[in-house]
T-cell receptor, first 115, second 111 residues
Framework: DSGVTQTPKHLITATGQRVTLRCSPR?????VYWYQQSLDQGLQFLIQ???????AKGNILERFSAQQFPDLHSELNLSSLELGDSALYFC??????????????FGEGSRLTVL | QQPVQSPQAVILREGEDAVINCSSS?????VHWYRQKHGEAPVFLMI?????EQKGHEKISASFNEKKQQSSLYLTASQLSYSGTYFC????????????FGTGTRLKVLA
């Protein structure tokens, strides 16, 4: 158990819909990272927050948005869903604003299926 | 920008050795290695820092060549449990620091 909690674990929805994925980081961790992993593909960086502020942004679509709340949990909002958005979405947390001297802890992921 | 890993895939017999490489076009300040079992979350294996410091909690070794912007992961006397996809991870500076992963290497260990 990494200590990172993601909900829901599985989500099936239709094209055009909107979903929210939730992540609670490990106790004490200030950084939250979001990654997208399409079927048998690599981990694509979406966005990072540190202590409530956006720290870095990857190739995140405009239809996607995220935020980190004062209690440090984070939400990833995906709207106008398309078939290609079907993927495993991972959240990871770390204690530093940059993980260069520490590890990231991953949640179990939220598997999104868009039909 | 994404670090390139080689080989893309490798199949081993138990007890055999393997080397996985990670190469970046950007300067590397540290390299992390993770292993992901199918359908599971990536799990941290090791971190390598500039200056040669290493931190990890598994019996897996690695090297980091800062000048060549490369890192290699050495798996010796492989076990069935080593099967999975290995990713290198690193901070890349492109105006801001982004923590990104390499292209991945699939490793399968056969009995």
């Amino acid at each position: 158990d990494s200590g990172v909690t993601q909900t829901p674990k599985h989500l099936i929805t239709a094209t055009g819909q909107r979903v929210t994925l939730r992540c609670s980081p490990r106790s004490g961790d200030l950084s939250v990272y979001w990654y997208q992993q399409s079927l048998d593909q690599g981990l694509q960086f979406l966005i990072q927050y540190y202590n409530g502020e956006e720290r870095a942004k990857g190739n995140i679509l405009e239809r996607f948005s995220a935020q980190q709340f004062p209690d440090l949990h984070s939400e990833l909002n995906l709207s106008s869903l398309e078939l290609g958005d079907s993927a495993l979405y991972f959240c990871a947390s770390g204690s530093l604003d940059r993980p260069n001297t520490g590890e990231l802890f991953f949640g179990e992921g939220s598997r999104l299926t868009v039909l | 920008q994404q670090p390139v890993q080689s080989p893309q895939a490798v199949i081993l017999r138990e007890g055999e050795d393997a080397v996985i490489n990670c190469s970046s076009s950007k300067a590397l300040y540290s390299v992390h290695w993770y292993r992901q079992k199918h359908g599971e979350a990536p799990v941290f294996l090791m971190i390598l820092l500039k200056g040669g410091e290493q931190k990890g909690h598994e019996k897996i070794s690695a090297s980091f060549n800062e000048k060549k912007q490369q890192s290699s992961l050495y798996l010796t006397a492989s076990q069935l449990s080593y099967s999975g996809t290995y990713f290198c991870g690193t901070d890349i500076y492109t105006g801001t620091y982004k923590y990104i992963f390499g292209t991945g290497t699939r490793l399968k260990v056969l009995a």
